[in-house]
């Protein structure tokens, strides 16, 4: 029976080491870490290698239920992979040991705690791109702080522009694009007005 670490940051700037060392104080023999998301399963590699090779009677330890899985739906698919293999899952910092039958109530509550705080989290950013979308629809395109997708380029007004007298820059500027997308448009009309003019 064999004790394993699992460690994971959803960002690549974020630290490991607290959590490493806290699975190291736990007795973990080996201990697998990774840099990414945990809504899902997909492109965790560290975590299925450690699915794939615990044993009968080993155990799993995580810091917190929310290092494994931030979705009850993966949180569950996680647990039956493990009960179909007789692995354990543990947590340092909360009371979660699916060896017993209050560790697993805790960690269906936990899962769902953890659920719920990434949906609140993605509302508060959804709300908040909204409300920074509306004070900038006030502003001139260059002050904005949310700049979205590149606006669609509009030949026919580059040509016009063009035609009144406007340079690439007073163009870039008129229309809110870059101007090195001013003298691609340029270059392709000038080359268009040689071929209709041999």
């Known amino acids: 029976m064999a004790v394993y670490g699992y460690a994971r940051v959803s960002h690549a700037s974020q630290c490991l ?35 794939d090779f615990v044993r009968e009677g080993d155990t799993i330890y ?40 209050l560790g697993k109530c805790m ?3 936990l899962g769902i705690f953890a659920e719920l ?22 502003k001139p395109r260059q002050e904005r702080s ?12 580059i040509r016009q522009l063009r035609d009144e007298g406007l340079g690439a820059t007073a163009i870039a500027e008129r229309l809110g694009i870059g101007r090195a997308s001013v003298y691609r448009v340029l270059k392709i009309i000038v080359a268009q007005g040689s071929l209709e003019n041999p």
Do not use: F, M, W
């Open 107 to 109: 960690l269906d509550l």
């Open 62 to 101: 995580v810091t917190r239920v929310d290092r494994i899985a931030r979705s009850i739906g993966d949180l569950q698919d996680i647990l039956r992979v493990l009960k179909s293999k007789g692995v354990a899952l543990k947590a340092t910092e909360q009371p979660i040991d699916t060896s017993t039958p």
């Open 146 to 157: 949310y700049q979205g997708r590149p606006p669609t380029i509009n030949p026919d007004e």
């Open 17 to 51: 080491d607290v959590q490493i060392d806290a699975l190291r104080a736990a007795g973990c023999s080996v201990i697998r870490s990774e840099k990414k998301s945990a809504t899902t399963r997909e492109g965790r590699a560290e975590l299925q290698t450690l699915l």
């Open 117 to 138: 705080e990434t949906n609140l989290r993605r509302e508060r950013q959804t709300e908040a791109i909204r409300r920074i979308k509306e004070i900038d629809n006030t």
